[in-house]
């Protein structure tokens, strides 16, 4: 390698180790939110190492071709104490800040969209269900009297027809509307065995 190339890995390795520093410093923030989960902690973990991994040895391989040294290695852990030391304190500081601030604009929009869609759509829809309910209702009501007022004369002549009919006739609607009653009372006997059985 030339001299102007080791300089420009030297100056990739700090920098790469002072990124370093600052993207642990933001993994390990977020941490504990799967922390009760050991196999996302343990695969998040891989996965972090892994992909900083790769990315620093993406910049070493723009910068010299992939050409491992020590003074790499170094220069990488040189950048990372730089940031242990000297911007730690203020980075986690601005971290909060940048965290508080999009959590800010999260619920905004959050409270935002919840007010113009969701709730408009929600207090239409209850409407809707609501005229809906009452139309059927109505119906109802309108289709219940009309059958009312169509039956009620039927109902008056057999009314009439019953009590002109002989008591042979009489007695016999009697033994149906027994037989009916009994059977009635069996199936829901029955039923009620089932119920209990199923218990």
Do not use: D
Not at 12 to 21: E, H, I, K, T
Request: charged content about 15%; aromatic content about 20%.
């Amino acid at each position: 390698m030339t001299l102007s190339v080791q300089f420009l890995t030297l100056i990739a390795m700090v920098s790469s180790g002072f990124y370093l520093g600052i993207i642990q410093e933001t993994f390990r923030r977020f941490t504990p939110y799967w922390k009760n989960s050991i196999f996302l902690t343990y695969f998040l973990e891989i996965s972090f190492w892994l992909t900083q991994t790769g990315i620093i040895f993406y910049v070493l391989f723009r910068v010299n071709a992939g050409e491992l040294r020590l003074y790499v290695f170094l220069a990488c852990l040189l950048g990372f104490s730089m940031y242990q030391v000297f911007a730690k304190s203020i980075y986690k500081i601005a971290l909060e800040w940048i965290i508080q601030i999009t959590t800010a604009i999260y619920r905004f929009f959050k409270s935002l969209f919840q007010g113009l869609i969701i709730t408009p759509i929600s207090w239409i829809i209850k409407l809707i269900l609501r005229i809906i309910v009452s139309i059927i209702t109505l119906l109802g009501s309108i289709i219940l009297f009309i059958l009312k007022m169509i039956l009620t004369p039927f109902g008056w002549i057999a009314i009439g027809m019953y009590k002109v009919a002989p008591n042979r006739f009489k007695n016999f609607l009697h033994k149906i509307a027994g037989f009916y009653s009994t059977m009635k009372n069996i199936c829901y006997k029955y039923l009620k065995y089932l119920k209990s059985k199923r218990r």
